[in-house]
């Protein structure tokens, strides 16, 4: 079963790809995975997923 995880990190206006990619590691090797990114005009959503019960 998976389990999944919405999120809306705070990427500022500088630095927005390097801040992305740390943020993305942080919860890579916490086991999740990237499922689908969002880019809104104000803010970008992030979705993850990872395997339930591990």
């Not at 079963?1 to 942080?26: I, Q, T």
């Amino acid at each position: 079963m998976k389990e999944y995880k919405v999120l809306k990190p705070s990427l500022g206006w500088s630095n927005r790809m390097e801040k992305l990619e740390d943020f993305l590691n942080s919860y890579a090797k916490q086991g999740w995975i990237l499922h689908s990114v969002n880019n809104y005009d104000a803010y970008v959503q992030v979705i993850m997923e990872r395997t339930k019960n591990r």
